[in-house]
Structure formats: structure tokens, C-alpha cells
């Protein structure tokens, strides 16, 4: 059988037809959890109080809840905090520090994200779909096609979850919070805009409507929905946007990243330089270099040749991913010797560059490997 990304087709719209998430508290903001607790025959302010509760004390059990009436309790919790999500499996590598969670979601679907503790930082990577529409080859969440988007407290609640267990100091080095929120996992984020700006803004929010953390510790990540990223772009939120280039030029890119059949490499990499203008955030181009596939030195060449032409203001970091291999795919990771000859070239144009330190990959927690699967 061909590996050519002709066998799936891309898909932007989840299947119609699903049951839609219990609505939560993370889904709304202030007023609107106001507005539930009302309409449900419940006084209003309890909200802030579930609120603190949940983004500041990571607490979702009722008995917990002691300044809430007795009487009242598990009415407000059922009312703005329902179960969202169960923990089906969990793996750890790297002695600890990586921590990969495969969730079951309350329609069965299933989804994964993956906690990564670093010495300076602590990173969760969270799914923004169950599966993925996009069809790249290469990655293992395309394969298995799109079920349904993700709503914005399934998006959040990986995170929450994620602060709990660092809060509980199950991970090597002591208690503590995360720090950075990558959307890197299952999923294409922007096709499903709508969920991943609202779970933006809740970890965004001052603590106690979100979770107070920083947006320049919150990257989105894209293929490349080109008229998608120029909208996040005046959303005003100055997150990080990574663009999953893997290409610099149309023919090869069409064949990597389906959705360059729409919207090629300039359009995709003008809309980049927008949002880093707008924003005055460095966005971060993603290349996952593959073995003879993308990783020629006159592509390295060419891929600085194309974010030169933006200028040289530093508006542009190339993050390089060693392909973390999927069984059965003819895309394999590049020579060592093939990576730093690249950085070298992209380097000698002005171009920051790193390789990235990948992680999890013995659990198939590296990017592109998420396939939530039991």
C-alpha cells in the first residue's frame, strides 16, 4: 500500500451528530457561570466559589468544599463541575518526568496528553481532538481520521489534572505547577478554533476565573489554517504560535502536509509573520526532519531563504523534531550528521535554530505518536 496522504482526505468539521460535553464551569466565563447557577435555581455567587475551588485549589471533590452549604453542595458541583474525563492508563519514562495519560472522554472517545517536567520548566502537551482531520502521513493521530472536537473544559481539565498530580508531588522533584501549556497533541487546534481560544483564555484568566498563568507560557500549534492564524492574531491574546512547516517549498509540502494544497508556503508563512507582527511574540516554525525526505541542505538553504524574505528581526525560531517513527511508515528520523548540517546552513543565514530534546518516545509520547490507543 502507497503512503500518499491521497488515502485520507483532510476534514475540517467534526461528524454530526455527537452528544456534546456536560457543560462546565471552565467552559464559561464569570457571568456565564453566574447565569447557570441561576437558571438552575441556585445563587449565583457560589460560581467565584466552585471557581477558587477548581483553578485555585485543583479540589473537585464536594466533601472538600467546606465553605459551600452542606445542602447545596453536590447540586453546585453537579451543576458546574460534572466529570468530564477518566484516566484509562498511565505510563511514566524518563525516570519519572514524563508522564503520558490516556483519557476516556464521556462518549467513549479517546485522547492523550503528556506532562513533562524539565529543571527550569514543567510543560502538558493537551489534545484539542479526539483524533485528527489532516491527514499528514508522517504522524499517527492522522492516520486514524477525526471523531469530534474537543470542548474547552476538556481541553482545560488536561491541564488542571496535569497541575493536580505535579500538586500531589507524584512527580520526581517535589511539588509543583505547570508552567507551560503546548496544544501539540491529537488534534489540529485551529480547526477547532472556537474550544481552543476559550481554553485559552480560562488558563489565562486571573486565578480565580482561569488559572492565572502567563499567555507567553501557552503555544498553539498549526498546520496552517491560514485564515485561522491571522484571527488569532487579533484576539489579543499574545500566546505563541508554532507553524508546522516541515517543507519550505509547495511540491514537497503538499505531499507532507496536505492542507499546503489550500494555502502554500507563502500564504502559510505570510500568515506567521503577521501574527509575530501583531503579537510581538516569536512564532516558532516546527520541522520534523525526515531522513532523505525534507532534510537536504539546499531545503535548509531555501527554508531560510523563505523567512529571510520577512526580514531579519528576529521574528522567527526553527524548532528541529528528530521524526519520532511511526511502525509501517517509510518516513524515518534524519542522520545526526544530515540535523546539524542544517542547523549550520540555517544558522550562517541569521535564522535561531534548535533541535528539540525529544521525550516519552519509548512510550510513543513524542509528537506526532499520540494514537490513544489501549
Not at 503520558?100 to 492523550?112: C, N, P, Q
Request: aromatic share 6%; hydrophobic share 40%.
Amino acid at each position: 500500500m502507497s503512503d500518499s496522504p491521497s488515502l485520507l482526505p483532510l476534514v475540517f468539521d467534526e461528524p454530526r451528530g455527537r452528544k456534546k460535553p456536560p457543560r462546565h464551569l471552565a467552559d464559561l466565563d464569570e457571568a456565564g457561570r453566574k447565569e447557570m447557577l441561576v437558571d438552575a435555581g441556585l445563587p449565583g455567587f457560589r460560581a467565584k466559589q466552585l471557581s477558587t475551588h477548581y483553578f485555585a485549589r485543583l479540589v473537585n471533590d464536594p466533601a472538600e468544599m467546606t465553605d459551600l452549604p452542606a445542602g447545596q453542595r453536590d447540586e453546585l458541583v453537579a451543576a458546574l463541575l460534572p466529570k468530564l474525563m477518566d484516566p484509562l492508563k498511565v505510563q511514566t519514562a524518563d525516570r519519572g518526568t514524563t508522564v503520558k495519560t490516556l483519557w476516556k472522554l464521556f462518549d467513549g472517545a479517546l485522547v492523550e496528553s503528556v506532562l513533562m517536567r524539565y529543571k527550569t520548566r514543567t510543560t502538558v502537551c493537551v489534545s484539542s481532538q479526539a483524533g485528527c482531520g489532516m491527514a499528514c502521513p508522517f504522524c499517527a493521530t492522522g492516520k486514524g481520521g477525526l471523531q469530534r472536537n474537543m470542548s474547552t473544559a476538556e481541553i482545560v481539565e488536561q491541564v488542571v489534572s496535569a497541575n493536580r498530580t505535579m500538586a500531589s508531588g507524584e512527580v520526581p522533584g517535589g511539588p509543583g505547577r505547570i508552567s507551560n501549556v503546548v496544544f501539540m497533541g491529537m488534534g489540529e487546534p485551529l480547526a477547532n478554533y472556537k474550544a481552543v481560544v476559550g481554553a485559552v483564555r480560562r488558563l489565562t484568566d486571573p486565578t480565580p476565573a482561569g488559572l492565572g498563568m502567563s499567555a507567553r507560557g501557552v503555544t498553539v500549534s498549526t498546520v496552517g489554517l491560514v485564515p485561522r492564524i491571522n484571527q488569532l492574531a487579533d484576539e489579543g491574546i499574545p500566546c505563541t504560535l508554532a507553524l508546522s512547516l516541515h517543507a519550505p517549498d509547495d511540491e514537497l509540502r503538499n505531499e507532507l502536509v496536505p492542507i499546503n494544497t489550500r494555502y502554500s508556503v507563502a500564504e502559510t508563512v505570510e500568515s506567521a509573520w503577521n501574527y509575530a507582527r501583531k503579537t510581538k511574540r516569536r512564532v516558532s516554525i516546527e520541522y520534523a526532519m525526515m531522513r532523505d525526505i525534507n532534510d537536504q541542505a539546499h531545503r535548509a538553504d531555501l527554508l531560510g531563504d523563505v523567512l529571510n524574505s520577512y526580514g531579519d528581526w528576529a521574528w522567527v525560531h526553527v524548532n528541529l523534531i528528530p521524526l519520532n517513527e511511526v511502525p509501517g511508515s517509510k518516513y524515518t528520523r534524519s542522520r545526526d550528521e544530515d540535523m546539524r548540517e542544517f542547523v549550520r546552513r540555517l544558522e550562517a543565514k541569521g535564522i535561531s535554530t534548535t533541535i528539540r530534546d525529544t521525550r516519552g518516545d519509548e512510550i510513543d509520547a513524542a509528537c506526532g505518536q499520540l494514537a490513544a490507543t489501549q
